[in-house]
């Protein structure tokens, strides 16, 4: 008896790359909203005790078309000090802290409290509200760690100011920071083309995570192919559990993207719109590939259970084929291992003492044996 | 053989807590409202028999930006009196008696006998309809206590006023009682804002219930991953027949608050607007988890099953094992026991004569034996 | 064995409410509708040989807010006579006969043949159709016993006259024509209110169906969570026919209700609007019900098979536990009962000589029957 | 064992009217349609050498309110003779011999190549077509031989002429031609009304079809509710296959009939509007059917599982029960079978000495038998 | 034991054609999409390294009413020193190499940065996209070859001229190319019609394919219905993922023809949107039958496992029949192998000294065989 078939499968998975989800599941992620206490007004403000997040960084950019500038963890007032009118400014905060900083924000920006609620307790669906003065965009960034990991990106966009909002450090953003600071056209365009570039870089780090679930998947299928065990059902189902946060995550940017893309709420430039309507098409894949993987995994969940029954199949078999051969020779010589007194009366066993007793007894188990296998072959199970 | 194994599998369940529910099955749940006649004429007010309520109490709380009087358990006309034409009245009824003050507060206000009869029948699918004079909102606040509690809340919604009423005791609404006192910016708004923030908490309420079916069914996968038993079974059972019951009691939200939000009906200030707008999000979040709770629970009984014909799988296989190593083993033992006279001929079992044949057949039996081990090796069996 | 077990399970069926319905499969349901020749001319009457119903009998109702005058079993002519222009009039047909009642009541009222084609060839979809005169309006009535039974209920609606034709005697509307009678509301509207007022009559009726089917199904949970049989099987099986039946007759009503809702064909006036707006909102309840109705049985279903999986787990365990413990035991005495010849050489069974041979034999046995209990232990299966 | 059982089912089916069709799968019918080179010229000709239809036969029928003149099997320009402009004229064609006649018609009428195309290219999607000229409209006509059967039916409609392509023989319009004959309604009516009755005769005959499948189904209902076989198992299977296919050939009927009654493309008269909306009625009648049927056949192929799943339990019972009592008993015999001497101490197999030694021993058989025994009527599998 | 049996599966698949597609399954492609690094500049052009392609080859037609020039295999400038301002002309580039000449394309026709990228980081989703000077519209192309091969197809259609790039040698329009050459009626139209004619030669390709499938299920179907083995389960898995592969291929096809037949970017001549339309249905065409193969296939799954489990059903019987018949027996026989000595009372087996004790003992067994055999008859299992 192999060691897998015992109890104690949870050893294999710690050291599986592939089902190493599992050990994690004390963390709770079917439900990790953070909600205000039902009844409590709607915009208030209250230090994140649960979770909490180092103090939180600002990042300043400031560029038009001839220069940048750019300083890294400073002040909020310090920050806006670099505001100019006819320049782009991005602001980026890492962390939420203890709120104080979003709450400022909110004030200097005069944001309405309910989307500072919004960036605050997250997750909060995808989403982008429109306000007078400025739009409201959330998004979740997603990263694959054995896992899916969803973070949540909260973009301010304004005439001419963007301000974004992520909780942990990790810098998505490296590549339009760079580019900003090289000169590309993305130095020459408004607030609303910033606010593209780093919704795309977001809509852009989902495809390594698709390319890590499809790599994940057809490992699992050479696997399934191959001798289908029990972790293998538990990494099927942790790959499906994933893949439902990750709709969950990304299902309402369709609607996000798309309601931007048409023109509903930012106010886009003709050239941005191009771009805008490039990144609809992005999202529209991202979803084309994770309902295709929900559909494979669900098959390959099929394939498994057909493999599981096609092998109790095969085991049964062999089992009724060495038992129906056998037992009824065992009952032949149980026969004649009877105690029957033959000396008591003819009819008592008169086998026992003829000359050609035993051979003629072979004779009969073989036959026995051979019609069995005869009939094994006609159904075709030999 | 365990105990668990056999019938009596109802006591398992009385005692533990994932699995309580069942021991109130004898509560009909599948359909529960309470309907009129076929045939009666629709709004008629016939007094609630099967289901009696307490006597209904009347709170009153009427607000302006600089005051707040408040009466707890007075009688409707004590109420009405208060009413003031600048300030905003909210009079809250808790339970329906014998339905006469339902009746007294639609004579008062012009309410459709429709809208009256819905208030009694409970519970009705959430819902808005406009009136001339009113709106009509009907809601189902939700709570979890091993189950999903359902209550319905009617909401009647005047240019001054807002009248709830809900059938139990117990109150959703402190928080927005105590914001009203306290003086915060509710003081300064209209019945609109006093509706949307009474919805509010009717939806916030749902987050902990989603908080603890997740909890649930985190629980529930935890199990699953260990020993599989038939009490889970009942669980994941229970546990998807609540998220029936709920799906059932929030999905037409979602069509309610978005028609609302629409300002397709409620005649909402624009400040107001922005926050229904912010409630709709709510409700499609909770929408959502619904609808991945439902997948996952879906996801948990294929695993369930899956682990279950895994096991079969691996009974079956060590029975194919011993039974096809023995059998044909007590066959030769069987043949060596017979009893034919060696005396009667030469060929009647010379082999129990020779000098080496107990250890010969030893060997037969233990070849016989290797032979199938390394059959079930080669199988993976082993 | 028990009886259960073999294959008269037809007998238990019978004495079963639950499980009745089989009783009456011979009655062909899935396709009921009586149809035409193919290729014949649209709007033609033939008489319905295969389904001969009673004469048909003619009731009549006239009304103002002052009068009521009523006759039963009229003839058509004297129906007719008693309609007076400023009235309102209510003439309800039971039973086809051979069609000439029928077609007298299209030539009085100038209906077209196509409608008057669909009252005959029973069952119709639920529908409303417009035409220059009049409203034809078609829905299905439903009854509960042991099984849906559906019927149909035309309704010709014009200014001030509706004609309804019902196939089977029994009186759904003695709630109306109580109504009328004794001088409600009713009285005072016109033939639109009446029009409601019958298919809100009509709607009411799917309540206690739904009931009863919550019940059955509750009921059915019940048994599914104590001994699952065969023919509980059965039952589930009929149950979701049931429910497709009815999801069948009762789906397209919700497009009926709702057309006339939007006033797009029938003139509702102002008052009726409200009423038909909570009959749609009636329908839709009806909907959830079988929607959620439809899951739980699917539900009960899975149940059903898992804990029937759960059984032949248990069973095989069973039989494993007890065949590999005594499989190698019976081996081992057969070994010992083997009949070498100890005096043809020492190793021919010596064990058989040795003065701890027997005590011995039973130690190893007894050390093969712990090791097995020990590694079922291990394995949890005891 | 009988002979049911093994693998030579194939004589089975050849036999029963009801697996008829699987003797037929060597004809093709996944992929039916007839296509042109991909790259080639759309609208071209190519003379259908793989499916040789018979020679085109050209009837026509010219009629108006007070005459009628019908020739059959007469060459197209004798047809084209025959056109009167004050009637309406009909001419159906049947059979594509090598499309000349189908090309003559098209350029009589000066129909667009790909349309012709459509009309060989057999068999084309359901849809309707507006030309400037004439409307071009393809339906598929079903057949219910052991499995569905489709033909199309090509139709091209224009101011004064119904042009009608089928391509087997058979005459679908036997009833309509009859009308025309006998002088009822339709010859005072226009082509579309021609057009509406020759596709109402095309609906109806889905009716016996699906009246045949609706039987055949609850054929296949009792025999699952009795003993369900492996045929059964194939005759599913075939019922599944016959649906799909007159679904794909149906469901987009709704659409082209639809479009017809919301009169976007044929210019109906005001009369014959109200026949198109009953004949669309008709095909929302077939597509609830059909529904229903798919998910009856599910429910069945469920309902065969389940059954097959319980005979399994029941089998593995029998086996289990004998196994368990008769395992430890012949245990028990197979030890006072084992030949240890008594002489060579007093612990060998005292036991065969005693007095009472072998009715001990069937007690101790017994006990062990009714203990078994009372451990399955405590599990209820007695 | 037969082969098939063990675990060297692999052998076999790799000789079916059937099968084969699992040999290639080294070739990753649930996600083969190219895509650039996150966060960096849209529309940026990086050398595809990853998927070297031959330098690409330029093909040039210049076509009006009248004459027809072609050169195979220039350099762009050639290519574009042919075109004539009266002209149609077709460019068609194979392969990307490393991307400068596509560039070079784009900044002669003034092509948007972002569908440049696209067409480099192929697989796109297929999709039309309106700019001001031209339209971009990718497709995929199918072909099959074991397995479904997708190659993308971008087109830029402006006033007078096509361009297309397709990555791979090979020409799926050798069609239109020659229908050009031969002067049809293509040479008198514009450059809407030959985009026309191109997107409908890919769209035609989709045929052999859907064919190919075609026959390979009913192949499986087939197999399915003689003996179930473990390879078809593979095969059906496989089917399963190509047709999820094509789904996602062609599934957003419907959007792009439907777009351009609705005239919404595509300005089409009169003449071309009848051929469009056309298109489009061909497109509904293909759709429907990948969903019923998707239905068909799933069928056949459910067909497999259900033959399988029938197959266990029947395995296991033979097991029982033989088990039940042969264990009681053995138990007799082994009773009278028991060495009890009569000698030591008269109770001890006296069986063995009757005159008629063996016979009676046969008589006995067969009557025990005898009524099993009974119970298995009125059971329907022989």
Redesign the interface.
């Known amino acids: ?2 060691d897998m ?3 104690s499968t949870n050893d294999h998975r710690k050291h599986d790359p592939l089902l190493g989800r ?1 050990t994690r ?1 004390s963390q ?4 990790r ?1 953070r ?8 915009g208030r403000f209250e230090p994140p005790q649960d979770q909490p997040t180092s103090d939180p960084a600002v990042d300043v950019l400031v560029y038009d078309a001839d220069s940048v500038e750019e300083k890294r963890s400073v002040s909020l007032a310090d920050a806006f000090d670099l505001v100019r009118d006819e320049a782009v400014t991005w602001i980026n905060i890492v962390g939420h802290g203890d709120g104080r900083l979003i709450k400022e924000v909110g004030e200097r920006l005069g944001i ?1 409290p ?1 989307a500072l609620e ?1 960036v605050m307790n997250v997750p ?2 995808p ?1 982008v ?1 429109h ?1 007078p003065e400025y739009e409201f965009i959330v998004l979740q960034m997603v990263e694959w760690q054995n896992g899916v990991d969803t973070e949540q990106l909260s973009l301010f966009v304004t005439q001419r100011m963007v301000v974004t909002v992520q909780m942990k450090a990790g810098d ?5 920071r ?2 900003i600071r090289s000169g ?3 130095r020459t365009r408004g607030s609303d083309y910033l606010a593209y ?1 780093l919704m ?2 977001v809509v ?2 989902y ?2 995570v ?2 890590a ?3 994940h ?2 490992d699992l ?2 696997r399934v ?1 191959q ?1 289908p065990t ?1 972790e293998l ?2 990494a099927l ?1 942790n790959m ?2 994933e893949l ?2 990750l ?2 995550a990304v ?2 940017l369709r609607e996000v993207v798309g309601t931007i893309a048409r023109n509903e709420t930012l106010r886009l430039s003709e050239i941005t719109s ?2 805008v ?2 990144l609809y ?1 992005h999202v ?2 991202v979803l ?2 994770i309902e ?2 929900a ?2 995994a669900s ?1 390959l ?24 051969i ?6 032949v ?9 033959p000396a ?2 003819p ?3 008169p ?9 003629a ?1 072979w004779i009969v188990m073989l036959v026995i044996a051979g019609g069995m296998i005869v ?1 094994f072959r ?5």
């Not at 056998?326 to 009952?331: R, S």
């Open positions: 008896m192999s078939a015992n109890g599992l599941s709770k992620r079917l439900f909203k909600y205000s206490k039902p009844g409590s007004a709607p309405h309910l919004d909060q669906r989403k509200e306000y998505p953003f490296v590549g339009v760079e580019r590309t056209q993305i570039a795309d870089a852009d780090h495809f390594p698709l390319e679930m499809a790599n998947l057809e299928e050479d192919l001798v029990e059902l538990h189902h499906k559990r439902i946060y709709r969950r299902w309402p191009v771009y309507r490039d098409d529209l894949q084309d590939h295709s993987y559909e494979f098959d969940r099929d394939l498994y259970l057909s493999r599981a029954s096609q092998r109790l199949n095969e085991i049964t078999k062999v089992l009724t084929i060495i038992a129906t056998f037992i009824p020779l065992t009952f010589a149980g026969v004649y291992g009877m105690n029957f007194n008591a009366g009819l008592n066993m086998e026992l003492g003829w000359r050609w007793g035993y051979p007894v009939y006609r159904k075709k199970w030999l």
